[in-house]
């Protein structure tokens, strides 16, 4: 199912889950309605040691995403991306490197990495076989208040240079995030901004704008 795999460009909202609800039905319910407002990536990221929920909300989201012909990504955990037949995985300064990830993984599987504020990093990820690169946070982020900030012309330069799709991650809105993709963002990372609305799928609706207006080549 995994290999040669025919998908878009890797292009729009990309949705981060948030690990703030307390079913698996709600859970999907909540992807299912940011597809419906035309999220075209989602990531299933949770950070709890509950390894059984764990599995049943990534099965869970694995059928919601498999409907609707989008690419589903588990943040940090290897295994249980391969358990449940997602589509690749996001790995993180701690987490195993791409070499590693390729060999548990199936032929054609996505592998993102976060580069942070570090162009460096996106060089070595690029060279090491990724196939996007993340940078942030761009802006104040109440998932991660702590995270460093990354500069808009990290986003310039990766466009330039590196020839990978590029992810912008970090407080990002609807008001803010059409600058970041004239920049050279291919993909804008949501979290509080559409899991924390009261209607997902509307909030999802509002991130087009922010593509549709930049298609034109980011000065």
Do not use: W
């Not at 990504?73 to 690749?88: E, H, K, P, T, Y």
């Not at 460093?148 to 590029?166: K, N, Q």
Request: proline share 4%; with cysteine; glycine share 8%.
């Amino acid at each position: 199912m995994n290999a040669a795999r025919q998908r878009p460009p890797l292009r729009g909202l990309y949705a981060i889950t948030d690990g703030r609800t307390t079913t698996v039905a709600q859970l999907a319910a909540d992807v299912d309605a940011a597809l419906r407002g035309g999220a075209g990536i989602v990531q299933y990221r949770d950070k709890r040691d509950d390894s059984e929920r764990r599995l049943l909300e990534a099965r869970a989201l694995r059928e919601v995403t498999q409907r609707h012909g989008v690419p589903l990504l588990i943040n940090d955990d290897v295994a249980l991306a391969a358990s449940v037949g997602a589509d690749g995985v996001h790995l993180g300064r701690d987490d195993v490197d791409i070499t590693t990830a390729r060999r548990q993984l199936p032929h054609g599987s996505l592998i993102g990495v976060s580069c942070y504020n570090r162009f460096e990093l996106a060089q070595q990820a690029a060279a090491a076989g990724a196939d996007y690169v993340a940078f942030g946070s761009f802006f104040a982020s109440p998932t991660k208040p702590h995270a460093v900030a990354a500069d808009i012309g990290l986003l310039r330069r990766a466009r330039a240079e590196l020839g990978l799709p590029v992810v912008a991650i970090g407080g990002i809105s609807p008001e803010n995030g059409a600058a970041l993709v004239r920049a050279g963002a291919d993909m804008l990372a949501v979290i509080s901004a559409l899991f924390a609305t009261t209607d997902i799928r509307a909030a999802a609706r509002t991130f087009a704008d922010c593509f549709a207006s930049t298609e034109e080549t980011p000065s």
